[in-house]
């Protein structure tokens, strides 16, 4: 099997590597095996078939990762796939701790990979919740119905932008914090802008 080549905009995020890097070296390696294209994506490497978004490779202080992007949609007979939390809808993750278990999975992991390249293929998409579905904060709640002009504004927003503002609001466990969040991105919210824009 000819392997695809690796991406010279790449490189850098696995020659800064320092706790992982050989754990994402070998991961590089198996996944630009199973003819995937190489390209750099939110800081990371990211792969894709043709222009559609596979796998991406990410570590973290704890471990280094596979992300899915659509591993809610994929089989997972070995019982590897981790929803990273509640609010992750599509993407699943597969987490390293050691090359030795990268090596240990390595078939296991190009399957995975050919299925995730399939179910883009296919053309299926994962069914995310809507965004009424999601819980609303109470401090949000009361800035509702004290303030209609801001309750439209929200509203207004694509289901996407609702949907960040829902998850960074409810975040925070304490009633001040989330308090504070919803009166900081009020102007941005009247704008018409979204969490990150």
């Known amino acids: 099997m000819t392997k695809y080549s690796t991406n010279s905009k790449v490189d850098f995020y696995f020659e800064k590597a320092e706790k992982w890097k050989a754990e994402i070296e070998q991961m590089r390696e198996i996944v630009l095996d199973c003819h995937l294209s190489e390209e750099l994506k939110w800081g990371s490497p990211c792969y894709t078939f043709e222009k559609a978004n596979i796998v991406l490779i990410h570590y973290f202080k704890e471990y280094c990762a596979f992300l899915f992007f659509k591993g809610a949609l994929m089989n997972d007979p070995d019982n590897i796939l981790i929803q990273q939390s509640d609010n992750v809808q599509a993407a699943r993750q597969v987490r390293f701790t050691n090359v030795q278990d990268i090596l240990a999975k390595k078939e296991i992991l190009k399957k995975y990979i050919f299925e995730a390249a399939e179910i883009e293929k296919s053309g299926r998409k994962v069914e995310l919740k809507k965004v009424s579905e999601f819980e609303i904060a109470e401090e949000l709640k009361y800035k509702f119905d004290s303030d209609a002009d801001f309750k439209t504004a929200f509203y207004a927003l ?40």
């Open 158 to 197: 694509t289901p996407g932008r609702q949907r960040a503002y829902l998850l960074h609001f409810s975040q925070p466990k304490q009633s001040k914090t989330r308090e504070a969040r919803v009166e900081k991105n009020i102007p941005r919210i009247l704008d018409g802008k979204g969490l990150n824009d």
